[in-house]
């Protein structure tokens, strides 16, 4: 019969092969599977793959990709979640899916806070409302207006039901009174496709997962949803610059987690190894080309920032009524 969560959890920690090796420095002694809890081609996936070749390279060990899509992330999320904490088995995803998801399907009974450990915040990478070519607006403000001109709401597509870009789309609903209706995927790869087809006119997602588009002039960059311009695309302005005042969302990190109880010396190494991994030619290429801003700093640092910008999203989910009860 499988051991349960609570079964593991009762077992002296010496007794789980990934702590005895992380004490013995054999730690990582086989692969380490990867989870990513969006589709393929999305901006995570696509940030985690180039880092788990670096993280292969440096480990000596394979890391290997998992996509486990949907629920805006809680699926891949609840699967780490529930592993032992050995650390042969990590999760790569965005800080802001991690927390909202779990807020907005309140069923869910997941608490990244309590159910996750914090390893490492690698990297932000910028939100981008972008639209179709077909669109005759320029900026926020005139997308606002264009919303409110409309027979109907308008759609726009976004990354997940419970994703900081379905935040941004009430917040501007709220806010604003544009006349905007989510469409959620399950990633940014598939919303992308559509928006690309002109099936749905305006999207909020990852910079990382659109800047190609963006350059070929197959979509056009409004604004980035932060309070601050994205350092590799310094062209796009804040919402708050392109008409909607004082509006602005907290940044996206691309972060590592493991289950809850993940030995510290594991943590430590793999915070190093993503760490030297983010200096890395190949990462730093990647980086650049996506829009990708690497934030080296230590687990407990990350820790501490997880419990402040979970209680700020439980305030932002309440004004907005994105909660599902």
Do not use: C
């Not at 594991?266 to 290429?285: F, H, Y």
């Not at 934030?295 to 990350?302: E, I, K, N, V």
Request: glycine share 10%; hydrophobic share 40%; charged share 15%.
């Amino acid at each position: 019969m499988p051991l349960s969560r609570r079964s593991f959890a009762q077992w002296p920690l010496a007794l789980l092969p990934g702590v005895a090796a992380a004490q013995d420095g054999k730690y990582p002694d086989k692969p380490i599977r990867l989870v990513v809890p969006f589709a393929a081609g999305g901006g995570v996936d696509n940030f985690a793959r180039p880092l788990a070749r670096q993280l292969s390279e440096q480990l000596k060990q394979q890391v290997v990709i998992d996509n486990r899509a949907g629920a805006s992330g809680l699926i891949g999320a609840q699967l780490v979640a529930g592993l032992p904490p050995d650390g042969y088995t990590l999760l790569a995803s965005t800080d802001t899916s991690m927390y909202l998801s779990s807020l907005v399907v309140k069923t869910s009974g997941f608490d990244p806070v309590q159910n996750l450990t914090p390893i490492i915040s690698a990297a932000i990478t910028p939100t981008v409302v972008v639209v179709h070519p077909s669109v005759p607006v320029k900026t926020m403000k005139e997308l606002v207006e264009y919303t409110k001109e409309s027979r109907e709401p308008v759609p726009y597509v976004t990354a997940g039901v419970g994703s900081l870009h379905h935040l941004t789309g009430e917040s501007l609903v709220h806010g604003s009174g544009a006349r905007l209706l989510h469409v959620g995927y399950k990633g940014g790869n598939p919303a992308l496709t559509d928006l690309l087809g002109g099936q749905v006119k305006v999207g909020i997602l990852i910079l990382s997962v659109i800047a190609p588009h963006i350059q070929s002039g197959k979509l056009r960059a409004i604004a980035v949803i932060e309070n601050h311009r994205s350092k590799n695309y310094p062209d796009v302005p804040t919402i708050a610059e392109s008409g909607i005042p004082n509006f602005a969302m907290p940044d996206t990190s691309i972060a590592l987690w493991g289950p809850a109880g993940l030995p510290t010396p594991i943590v430590d190494r793999v915070n190093a190894e993503v760490q030297k991994a983010m200096t890395a030619p190949d990462m730093v290429q990647v980086m650049q080309k996506s829009g990708y801003e690497a934030t080296p700093g230590t687990a407990s640092a990350f820790a501490a920032q997880a419990v402040k910008s979970y209680a700020a999203y439980k305030r932002m989910v309440r004004q907005t009524g994105l909660a599902d009860g």
